[in-house]
């Protein structure tokens, strides 16, 4: 009986073995690329797909480790806080980015958006006190 289950996994491979990104050069990777993939399925398929918090976080996480695509992942970082505006998460690791970046600003500003968003969260916390601490 295990034979089905593998037959309905491949099926629904192969129907939708376009969802997921093309492998692409990181400097490639940007918000705008992401944006008119995800339009492409929502066209196809009839409804409004957006892509999860955590393949975009994964993504953005990446090409930070990678040179000169910091701001690459700044944009997909920021469509991730407009995608899901009441993620504390994303705010929290747009303000990781903006700190990289050495914008403590904006990474400030992320931060307290962050500490709105979950008020008990230590980590949040100790990032804004960080930020404070070396001005």
């Keep these: 009986m295990t034979e089905p289950i593998k037959a309905y996994y491949d099926a629904l491979r192969f ?11 990181p400097k490639l990777l940007n918000a705008a690329t992401v944006k008119q993939h995800y339009q492409q399925l929502s066209k196809r398929y009839g409804y409004a ?13 990446y090409l930070i480790s990678q040179p000169g695509a910091l701001d690459n992942a700044i944009d997909l970082l920021e469509m991730n806080t407009q995608n899901y505006p009441t993620s504390s998460t994303a705010f929290s690791q747009l303000g990781d980015a903006y700190l990289k970046k050495s914008d403590r600003s904006k990474a400030s500003a992320c931060y307290k958006k962050a500490l709105v968003l979950n008020p008990g969260s230590q980590k ?11 001005r």
């Design 15 to 25: 129907i939708y073995k376009q969802w997921d990104l093309p492998q692409m050069d």
């Design 49 to 61: 797909v957006i892509p999860t918090e955590v393949n975009i976080n994964n993504m953005a996480m």
């Design 124 to 134: 949040i916390k100790a990032k804004l006190t960080g930020i404070s601490e070396k």
